[in-house]
């Protein structure tokens, strides 16, 4: 399963460090990135592989909840499916 992973936030040292770390220390392998910075605002897109993750989806979703309250930005997961849909016109 793939997941979408966005991250948005006041920029500061270590958002993608964290946020990486998280994600590998759950088996979550990150198969695109992208990030940017518009003015003070970091975003980031992240591709996510979810096959070998050890956590849930929803026990992602709240685990990277929690890392973004921790270092203050937005992190939001979900379904690859989900976010396509969203996006299609």
């Known amino acids: 399963m793939k997941s979408i992973v966005t991250v948005i936030g006041k920029d500061r040292p270590g958002i993608i460090a964290k946020v990486s770390t998280a994600l590998a220390e759950n088996c979550v392998n990150i198969e695109d990135i992208s990030q940017t910075l518009m003015q003070?605002?970091?975003?980031?897109?992240?591709?996510?592989?979810?096959?070998?993750?050890?956590?849930?989806?929803?026990?992602?979703?709240?685990?990277?909840?929690?890392?973004?309250?921790?270092?203050?930005?937005?992190?939001?997961?979900?379904?690859?499916?989900?976010f396509n849909a969203m996006h299609k016109i």
């Open 40 to 82: 003070d605002n970091f975003t980031m897109l992240m591709l996510c592989d979810l096959e070998n993750a050890t956590l849930s989806l929803k026990e992602l979703k709240d685990e990277m909840v929690k890392v973004g309250q921790e270092i203050g930005v937005s992190i939001h997961v979900q379904h690859e499916d989900i």
